[in-house]
C-alpha cells in the first residue's frame, strides 16, 4: 500500500490575491471599468463635437480676415476694389447695413482679431483637457495591468491547488479500494474524499472565474489603449491645427493693423473722391446753368430791351385819361373857388373885404 | 530673435523678463497722469505677460520693432486668457490634485502652472486694445446743449498706447446732425457710428490736428482735445550665454530720438553688453481755448507751424484765427543711467527742458 494521503492539502489557505472573487464580484468589476471607458467616451464625444464647432468658427473667421486681406491686395478683387471691401465688410459682424465710411475698419478689424484669437485658445484649451483624460485613462490600464496580473496569478494558484486535489483525490481513490468495506476507515476515507471533491469543485470554479477575468480585463486593456490613442491623436491634431492658427495670428497682428489703417484711409480717400465728385457735379451744373443763361440772353437780349419799355399803350392812353379827367375836376374846383370868391365881394358893404 | 513677421520682434526668457520688469518700473517711475492710458491696468498687462512666461504658458513675447511695446498679439493673449479663465479653471479642477499629480506627466505640471496663471489673472482689469466712452460733462435742455468727453484708449497702428481726450459742447438745435445722441433720461450719451469711426481714424493725429478737423464739425464746439502717449521704448538687452550678443528695439523711429539711440548702439551702447538699458518716452499734446502759452516742450515733435513752409504757414495761421486755441506739447522720460546721456543730449539739441526719471536696475 502506497504512502497514506495528506489531508493537510484540504486544510492548507490557498494564496488568492486581492479580494476575493466571484462571478457576480466580477461583473461589477468589469461594470466599473466599463463605466470608467463610457465616460471617457462621452468625454470624447462633446469634446469632439466642440472641437467641430470652434474648429468651424475659427477656420470661418481665419477665412474672413484672409479674404480681406486679399481685397485689399487686389488679388481677388472682380467688381473693382470698393465692391470688394462691400462685399468683406458685410462677413463682419455688425457691420452689414452701415455705410461704408462710418466704422473704422482698422478698429473692426481688431475686433474680429479679438473673436479668431479668443477661438484658438478655446480650441487650445481642450489640448489640455485631452491630455489629462489621456493620462486617466493609461493610469487606468495600469490598474488593469495589475488586475490581469493578479488574476493570472490567481489562476496559477486555483490551478495549482486543483492538481494538488486530484492528487489526493486519485490517492483516496485507492485508499479506499484498499480499505475494508464499511469500515469505519472505508468511510472516513470517504469523508475526505467527499471534502476533497467540494474542494475541488470550489476551486476549479476559481480557475475559470480568474481565467475568464484576466481574458475579460485584457480586453478591457485593449479596449481602453484604443481610447486613449484615440484621444491622444485628437488632441495632437487640435494642438497641430491650434499651434498654426496660433502662429498665423501672432504672425499677422501687425499686418491686420497695418491693412486696417490703409483700409481706413482708402475710405478717407473714396469720401475724399465722393465729396471731389459732388463738388464737380455742382460746378458743372452751375456752369452749364450760367452757359445756359448767356446764351438766352444773346438770343433774346433784343426782345428783352424792347420789352423794358415801362408802359403799353393801353395803360399810357389810361394815365392820359385820368390826367385830363383829373385837370378837369380841378378846374371845375378852382372855378367854384372863384366864383364864391366874387359873390362874396359883390354882397359885403364898401371898405369890408 | 529678430524680426519674425512685419514690425514684430520676438523675445524669449530671460531677455523678454528682464525686459517686462524693466517696463513694469518705468511705468511706475513715470508718474503718469490720467491725460495717459490707465497705468494700473497696463501694468497689470506685463506683469501678466511677465506670469505668462514665467510660467511656461507662452515661449515668447512679441514686440512692435519700432514702439519696442508689446504688440496687439501680446495685449490680446492676455486678453483672451483673461476672457476663458473663469470656464478653464472650472475645467481644471483643483490646483492641489494637478500639483499631486505634477510627476505622473508632464501635463500635470503644465495644468498647474496655467491654474495659477489663470487664478491670478481673472482678479485682473487688463490694458484694453481698443477703449471708447463718452461721457456727458453737462446738459442743459433749457439752452439746448450738452458737453461731453469723449475718451479714447488705443493701441495704435503705429505700436505706441496712447488715450485721446476730447471735450466738446453739442448745440441741440443742430442736432439733427448730432455726433452724439443723449437717451432720453439725459444722463447717458453715445457717439454716433460716423463720429465715432472719425475719432478713431483720427487718433494717430497731433492735438492741434484733430482740434481743427474736429472745429469742422457742424453744431459742435470743441473746447479741448488731449492725448497722451505711452512709447517709444527703446532698450538694450544683454543675451545670457550669448557672449556679446544684445536684443536692440530693431525699427526705432527714425526721429531725433532714434538716430541718437542709433548713435548711442553704435557708439558707447555697443559696448554695453553686461546691463539692459531702457528708455521710454511719454507725450503729452494738448490743444485748448485755456492754455496760456503756445508751446512744443517735445524734443521730437514741434509744434506744427513750425513744420509748414511760408505759404502753409499763412493759411494755416489764417486757419487758426478762426479757431481761438492754443497748443501746449511736452515730453518725459524715463531712462536707465547708460541712456539718460542721451536723453538729455536730445533735449539739450531741441532746447527744451524734459522730465527724465531714473530707471534703477534691479
Known amino acids: 500500500m502506497s504512502a497514506k494521503a495528506n489531508l493537510d492539502v484540504l486544510n492548507r489557505q490557498v494564496a488568492y490575491s486581492g479580494e476575493g472573487i466571484s462571478v457576480k464580484s466580477l461583473e461589477t468589476e468589469i461594470q466599473k471599468e466599463r463605466t470608467i471607458q463610457d465616460t471617457k467616451v462621452d468625454e470624447l464625444k462633446g469634446l469632439r463635437e466642440k472641437n467641430i464647432e470652434i474648429q468651424g468658427a475659427m477656420a470661418d473667421e481665419l477665412k474672413k480676415l484672409r479674404k480681406f486681406s486679399d481685397y485689399l491686395n487686389g488679388t481677388a478683387t472682380k467688381g473693382g476694389f470698393l465692391a470688394g471691401v462691400k462685399e468683406v465688410l458685410s462677413y463682419i459682424p455688425g457691420l452689414r447695413g452701415l455705410a461704408l465710411s462710418q466704422r473704422s475698419i482698422e478698429e473692426l478689424l481688431k475686433a474680429q482679431y479679438h473673436l479668431s484669437a479668443r477661438r484658438v485658445k478655446e480650441a487650445a484649451e481642450y489640448v489640455d483637457t485631452l491630455k489629462q483624460s489621456e493620462q486617466d485613462l493609461y493610469k487606468e490600464i495600469d490598474r488593469i495591468n495589475v488586475k490581469i496580473v493578479e488574476m493570472a496569478k490567481n489562476e496559477r494558484e486555483a490551478l495549482g491547488y486543483v492538481l494538488e486535489l486530484k492528487q489526493l483525490q486519485e490517492q483516496l481513490k485507492a485508499e479506499e479500494q484498499a480499505a475494508e468495506a464499511g469500515s469505519v476507515e472505508q468511510r472516513d476515507i470517504q469523508a475526505s474524499a467527499d471534502k476533497v471533491h467540494a474542494k475541488l469543485a470550489e476551486h476549479s470554479g476559481n480557475v475559470q472565474l480568474y481565467g475568464s477575468a484576466e481574458e475579460r480585463y485584457a480586453r478591457l486593456k485593449d479596449n481602453t489603449r484604443k481610447l486613449a490613442e484615440t484621444i491622444r491623436a485628437l488632441a495632437n491634431d487640435i494642438q497641430q491645427y491650434t499651434t498654426a492658427a496660433s502662429i498665423k495670428l501672432d504672425m499677422a497682428s501687425a499686418q491686420i493693423q497695418a491693412i486696417g489703417r490703409a483700409a481706413d484711409a482708402s475710405v478717407v480717400m473714396l469720401e475724399m473722391k465722393r465729396s471731389l465728385d459732388v463738388m464737380t457735379e455742382s460746378m458743372n451744373v452751375t456752369t452749364q446753368f450760367v452757359s445756359d443763361t448767356q446764351i438766352f440772353f444773346r438770343s433774346n437780349l433784343d426782345t428783352l430791351i424792347k420789352e423794358l419799355d415801362t408802359f403799353d399803350e393801353t395803360t399810357t392812353s389810361v394815365l392820359e385819361e385820368n390826367l385830363k379827367k383829373s385837370r378837369e375836376i380841378e378846374e371845375a374846383r378852382i372855378q367854384a373857388a372863384i366864383d364864391k370868391a366874387v359873390k362874396r365881394q359883390e354882397s359885403a358893404p364898401l371898405g369890408a373885404v | ?362
Not at chain 2, 2 to 20: F, N
Not at chain 2, 220 to 244: K, M, Y
Not at chain 2, 321 to 328: D, I, N
Open chain 2, 1 to 362: 530673435m529678430s524680426i519674425v513677421a512685419l514690425h514684430t520682434q520676438a523675445l524669449v526668457l530671460p531677455e523678454a523678463d528682464t525686459y517686462l520688469e524693466l517696463l513694469g518700473r518705468a511705468l511706475q517711475a513715470a508718474r503718469l497722469s490720467n491725460a495717459f492710458p490707465d497705468r494700473k491696468q497696463l501694468q497689470n498687462s506685463v506683469d501678466t505677460l511677465r506670469d505668462g512666461l514665467r510660467l511656461g504658458v507662452y515661449g515668447e513675447l512679441y514686440l512692435d520693432a519700432r514702439a519696442g511695446l508689446p504688440n496687439m498679439a501680446s495685449f490680446t493673449r492676455v486678453r483672451t486668457d483673461h476672457e476663458l479663465a473663469a470656464a478653464a479653471l472650472a475645467r481644471m479642477g483643483a490646483r492641489d490634485s494637478l500639483e499631486a499629480r505634477r510627476d505622473e506627466a508632464e501635463v500635470f505640471a503644465r495644468m498647474a502652472a496655467k491654474h495659477a496663471y489663470y487664478e491670478k489673472l481673472q482678479k485682473l482689469e487688463l490694458a484694453p486694445v481698443d477703449h471708447h466712452r463718452v461721457l456727458l460733462r453737462r446738459h442743459d435742455p433749457a439752452s439746448g446743449t450738452a458737453a461731453f468727453r469723449i475718451e479714447l484708449t488705443k493701441l495704435d497702428a503705429s505700436g505706441v498706447y496712447l488715450r485721446l481726450l476730447i471735450e466738446l459742447t453739442q448745440v441741440s438745435s443742430l442736432w439733427r446732425r448730432k455726433v452724439i445722441d443723449l437717451d432720453e433720461d439725459g444722463e447717458t450719451a453715445a457717439a454716433n457710428e460716423a463720429f465715432r469711426g472719425m475719432v478713431y481714424r483720427c487718433a494717430d493725429l497731433d492735438a492741434e490736428t484733430l482740434f481743427v478737423r474736429l472745429h469742422g464739425i457742424e453744431g459742435v464746439h470743441v473746447e479741448r482735445v488731449a492725448r497722451g502717449v505711452i512709447g517709444p521704448a527703446l532698450f538694450s538687452l544683454p543675451c545670457q550665454g550669448q557672449g556679446v550678443a544684445v536684443r536692440r528695439t530693431m525699427e526705432a523711429p527714425d526721429d531725433v530720438l532714434g538716430q541718437a539711440w542709433h548713435a548711442w548702439s553704435l557708439g558707447a551702447g555697443a559696448a554695453e553688453t553686461e546691463r539692459p538699458e531702457l528708455l521710454v518716452a511719454f507725450a503729452t499734446d494738448s490743444a485748448a481755448g485755456d492754455i496760456r502759452e503756445e508751446k512744443s516742450n517735445d524734443p521730437i515733435s514741434p509744434l506744427l507751424a513750425a513744420r509748414l513752409g511760408p505759404q502753409e504757414g499763412a493759411r494755416y495761421r489764417a486757419l487758426r484765427e478762426r479757431y481761438p486755441f492754443k497748443v501746449f506739447k511736452d515730453r518725459k522720460f524715463v531712462a536707465t543711467p547708460g541712456l539718460k546721456g542721451v536723453v538729455q543730449a536730445v533735449c539739450a539739441g531741441a532746447g527744451t527742458k524734459n522730465i527724465v526719471y531714473d530707471l534703477r536696475l534691479g
